[in-house]
């Protein structure tokens, strides 16, 4: 299914934004809120995992209802996670489409990665601290 | 040790009234503090000593190799990228413009993916503002446009809107009236007195409608504008006109959506509409604690407040042609130093790439995304905790960090200085 994609600040992410590579910033890196009749559409549950795709990438997410957003939109805070699927085109503005991806999401079984997984997969070397 | 009236750096606001308690090099408690403000203080969680990449691996050295290397990379590139800047002190933002001139590189803060359009709108109409505490004390109708601060900047309203009570408004909550208007139903909209939906995209729509209707042009406007009702925009635009003194703060909600820049323009447009009735005021809900002032010594130095080439020999600034996002994906830059920010996480991939493929040098007291792309990581002290420097607040009112501790890192500014002074001895007189 289809969805527009937006992104934004949640407390949880400020609070472990010093910890990116913990598990907690993880989980909340990747959770992708969801309105529940498109959950039921999609045919997953709260906590099933899913592919997010763009014409950028495409990462695994888990999923959370969320009754307040609307159906067709999908939210994820802001980080690695979502911007890996967000085109660098800034149409001369210096600013991409942060709020404005459009994405396909199919249910999946395939597991989260880490942050250190994928700047590896954009040509890094993970630090283990 | 308990220490009073402790400056925040963690969101826009740099709320100073926060009492933190200390035991040696170690914050034990903090009081008054948000979430945010409680997981910096108290988080522990930084890199131990200056790191280098050798091969697939990482390996420990000194800060006076880590910095001499740094040097040599900054100094070997043709068009190097210093960018970052807002989670620092403007003592160090200065020295960073400094090494960007005699480096002839490109220096660019993190308003570039913020509030930089927001800029891009005020450079051509203008900022009508004031201080945090004239909107505490007059404000009857505050609105929030694509921003929440609940999450984003939890003490906004209890310091300054809505919970705060103020000199004219001795029952702020229920005196003052709350607007917010987003496309998704906030913590923040839960508490408002209206709740604005607006179709994704659709704000420019709506700031024009409701100009439309402050100039008194009701009978044009269609039955939905952007799944806003008619009637509705009615109700606000007759809240807004009912102000006896208005303030609207917005966020990335609209700097980041279609429109960009124009949107702003709109609003501002739209506030200057509303003070031709009563008094209005507009300011950007910015996020950083010093973006803000990363603007102001950007701006005091270059003549331009970011996004600012060097290539010159004279500070050239084009956002679209000289901003992080556009140089870093057309693999233009051909080293990058990155001070107190973490591009990894937060430029789209393509970005990120391409700070993994040229050597890439972060000056972070954390291990973050841009960690695992770097070549060098220099861990320095936390400004308002054991560094101390001037930030500037969401409104542009200066206010002084402390150094609640004396730790054993270094602070920016001594980095900085150090390679500065490197970079100097290469290039000559």
């Known amino acids: ?54 014409d950028q990438e495409s990462v ?39 709020k404005g991806t459009m994405v396909t999401i199919t249910p999946t079984s395939e597991p989260l990665v880490t942050v250190a997984d994928l700047m590896e997969r954009c040509g890094g070397v993970r630090y283990e601290d | 040790m308990k220490i009073d009236d402790v400056v925040c750096p963690f969101c826009g ?38 790191i280098h990449r050798e091969g697939k691996g990482w390996k420990e050295t000194t800060y006076d190799e880590a910095i001499r290397e740094t040097a040599e990379i900054l100094c070997d590139a043709d068009r190097p990228l210093l960018y970052g800047w807002s989670g620092t002190h403007g003592e160090a933002q200065s020295i960073g413009i400094h090494l960007a001139e005699i480096l002839g590189a490109l220096v660019d803060n993190t308003s570039t993916v913020c509030h930089g359009p927001s800029i891009l709108a ?22 929030y446009w694509g921003t929440n601060p609940i999450d984003a900047h939890p003490r906004h309203m209890s310091r300054y809107t809505t919970f705060a009570d103020g000199f004219f408004l001795k029952e702020a909550f229920r005196d003052r009236k709350l607007i917010v208007v987003d496309v998704r139903k906030s913590e923040s909209a839960n508490i ?59 966020g990335l909600g609209l700097t980041m959506s279609r429109g960009k820049s124009k949107n702003i323009r709109n609003a501002i447009e739209l506030t200057e509409e509303l003070n031709r009735h009563t008094k209005f005021i507009i300011s950007p809900m910015r996020g950083h604690w010093n973006v803000y ?49 973490d591009p990894g996480a937060h430029f789209p991939k393509a970005c990120a790439e391409h700070l993994a493929r040229i050597p890439t040098v972060q000056i972070d007291p954390h291990v973050n995304a841009t960690t695992h792309l770097s070549r060098i990581q220099i861990p320095v002290a ?24 004396r730790g054993t890192y270094p602070s920016d500014t001594a980095v900085l200085e150090q390679l500065y002074a490197i970079v100097k001895e290469i290039k000559g007189p």
């Not at chain 1, 067709?72 to 600013?95: I, W």
């Not at chain 2, 005020?122 to 007059?138: D, W, Y």
């Open chain 2, 293 to 341: 002032g990363s603007n102001e010594v950007f701006t005091w130095i270059t003549g331009y407040p970011y996004a600012v080439d060097f290539a010159r020999g004279i500070a050239f600034y084009n956002p679209g042609e000289t901003t992080s996002v556009d140089v870093l994906s057309r693999k233009e830059c051909d080293a990058c130093l990155v001070v107190a920010s």
């Open chain 2, 382 to 405: 936390v400004t308002g905790i054991d560094a101390e420097g001037t930030a500037y607040r969401m409104d542009g009112v200066p206010i002084r960090t402390r150094m609640l501790f």
């Open chain 1, 1 to 54: 299914m289809k969805f527009l994609l937006n992104t934004g600040r949640t407390i949880r992410q400020g609070s472990y934004v010093e910890r990116k590579n913990s598990v907690a910033y993880q989980e909340e890196a990747t959770s992708l809120c969801m309105n529940p009749v498109d959950m039921m559409n999609l045919e997953v549950e709260e906590g099933s995992q899913v592919r997010v795709e763009s």
């Open chain 2, 122 to 143: 005020i450079q051509e109409v203008g900022h009508p503002g004031c201080t945090l505490g004239q909107v505490k004390n007059r404000a009857d109708v505050v609105i």
């Open chain 2, 192 to 250: 408002a007195d209206e709740f604005v939906r607006i179709q994704p995209g659709g704000d420019y729509a709506v700031l024009s409608a409701l100009r439309a209707i402050v100039q008194g042009k009701r009978g044009i406007i269609p039955p939905s504008v952007a799944g806003v009702s008619r009637e509705q925009l009615f109700r606000v635009a007759d809240l807004l006109l009912s102000a006896k003194f208005g303030a609207i703060f917005f």
């Open chain 2, 13 to 50: 606001c740099l709320c100073d009234d926060l009492v933190v308690e200390v035991e040696g090099t170690r914050v034990v408690s903090v009081e008054n503090g948000c979430t945010l403000a409680n997981e910096k203080f108290m988080g522990d969680h930084r890199l131990k000593t200056p």
């Open chain 1, 60 to 98: 695994i997410m888990k999923v959370h209802p969320a009754l307040w957003i609307t159906q067709g939109e999908v939210f994820v805070c802001l980080g690695p996670y979502a911007n890996h699927l967000v085109k660098p085109e800034t149409h001369g503005s210096g600013m991409p489409d942060f």
